[in-house]
């Protein structure tokens, strides 16, 4: 795809107007036209690009990689150093495909009724190609600044923060360096085409998988085996999804279920209301309602444990002498992993189970103040762009802000405007039909702009 035709000097597309939401557009099919899936990576190819719509404009930057065809990418555009830095990141990989379960191409940038189609159009190339806009803007319109603004374009989000986020923040982070980031890892709610609400992360649960493991004898497939390891992993399955840990809420999340209260249906408040009562006898119903009727609600409020593997056997008539199941968990940012593994080993409570976790861990927690400068500016252009407010809330995801938070930056997680039917229909993130509407895309731009300038531009 070529690349758009910078407006001549002085005639720069400001934000918001016709001539630079056709650039916005133009650059965020061309990065979405790019297969970054990962594994393998090669984000090289989004970073070509990069390049090549940079050197166009003047703009420099720099190249890091610890793998040559997963490099990230720095642009620093220089303020006057009154204040520090706030850095700007989008992720250029994307979750892998089965391209026969979508309708449009995934990675054809496909516009159609509204929408733009494609792997990566709501995690993430749209914050990708909103920073992209951002430095472009700075540049074609001379904006003087108090604190520098720097773009990193991120390797490797998608499990492999080794070649990503954290390989700079342990060995470049003088690159990266900020008082405050914006990244993914928020978002504004819509549903029934209004917006809800906007949701800032400035926290996210940590993700570690456990392996739960059973040997025993093999045998004949027509002899029953009271001792067979795929009976016990069975058990222990069944138990830790039967198990529900205990309520645990922080700074964040108390918040957002306060302010959440004051803006739901009064059936729904009371249930929010009543999860934030220290008194089990009427929290525990609060509970056990969200995990039925919003189990997103409940995983913020407690540690989860999906089951997502189970690996046994090679044939039908053999009984395996192995039996392991993997779950996907995800912890609190204060959580002690110590404790939490011999409660699991308690709640299974059969000597013949291993349990273990299945990785090191690779997405530090932590959190960031909602006193800072930079939630104040948010709350701000949160109402400016989409008159509603703004909810500090804990991802239940994970994202590199986990990386970048562990070395200083305060770090808020943003993004554009999604519907809450999306999610059902089957066109969300890491969905076969990943979607964004247009006119969100462009408002969400404009929003990271205002977000910017307010935190950055000289006054």
């Known amino acids: 795809m070529a690349l758009a035709t910078a407006a001549p000097r002085g005639q720069q597309a400001d934000p918001g107007t016709p001539a630079f939401e056709a650039e916005t557009l133009k650059h965020f099919q061309a990065l979405l036209q790019r297969d970054t899936s990962s594994p393998p990576g090669n984000e090289i190819r989004a970073v070509e690009y990069l390049k090549e719509v940079l050197d166009a404009e003047g703009i420099p930057y720099q190249v890091f990689a610890k793998d040559p065809q997963r490099p990230n990418l720095v642009v620093r555009m220089k303020g006057n150093g009154k204040k520090k830095p706030v850095l700007i990141m989008g992720h250029t990989d994307v979750v892998t495909v089965d391209p026969k379960k979508w309708t449009f191409p995934p990675f054809g940038g496909t516009v159609d009724g509204g929408y733009v189609y494609g792997r990566g159009t709501v995690d993430d190339k749209d914050n990708l190609v909103a920073a992209l806009m951002l430095v472009l803007h700075i540049k074609r319109a001379g904006i003087a600044l108090d604190r520098d603004v720097i773009l990193l374009a991120e390797a490797g989000e998608e499990g492999a923060p080794d070649v990503g986020a954290q390989f700079m923040a342990d060995n470049h982070l003088d690159a990266i360096d900020a008082e405050f980031c914006l990244a993914e890892g928020g978002g504004v709610v819509r549903s029934g085409g209004k917006v809800r609400q906007a949701n800032i992360g400035t926290t996210e649960k940590e993700p570690r998988p456990v392996e739960i493991i059973v040997t025993g004898p093999a045998g004949h497939g027509s002899v029953p085996n009271q001792n067979s390891a795929v009976l016990a992993v069975s058990a222990a399955v069944t138990k830790v999804g039967q198990w529900k840990p205990p309520l645990r809420l922080n700074e964040t999340t108390a918040s957002y279920f306060k302010r959440l209260a004051t803006m739901a249906e009064p059936a729904v408040a009371q249930q929010y209301r009543a999860l934030l009562n220290p008194d089990p ?115 239940t995801g994970a994202t590199d802000m986990s990386n970048i938070r562990a070395k200083g930056p305060q770090c808020y997680g943003i993004g554009p405007a999604t519907d809450t039917e999306d999610g059902q229909k089957g066109f969300s993130a890491h969905s076969d039909q990943e979607r964004i509407l247009v006119d969100e895309l462009h408002r969400f731009v404009r929003f990271q702009y205002d977000v910017v300038m307010e935190l950055a531009r000289t006054k």
């Open 281 to 395: 006898k009427v929290h525990g119903p609060a509970e056990d309602w969200m995990l039925v009727n919003e189990p997103g609600h409940w995983s913020m409020t407690h540690t989860s444990l999906v089951p997502t593997i189970i690996t046994t056997g090679f044939r039908y008539n053999v009984i395996p002498s192995e039996a392991k199941a993997t779950f996907d968990v995800r912890l609190h940012p204060d959580e002690n992993q110590d404790t939490f593994l011999e409660q699991l080993r308690k709640v299974i409570n059969d000597p013949k189970v291993e349990v273990r976790w299945a990785r090191d861990r690779y997405r530090p927690a932590g959190g960031s103040k909602l006193t800072t400068e930079a939630y104040t500016v948010l709350e701000a252009m949160v109402k400016k762009h989409y008159d509603t407010v703004a909810l500090p809330t804990m991802g």
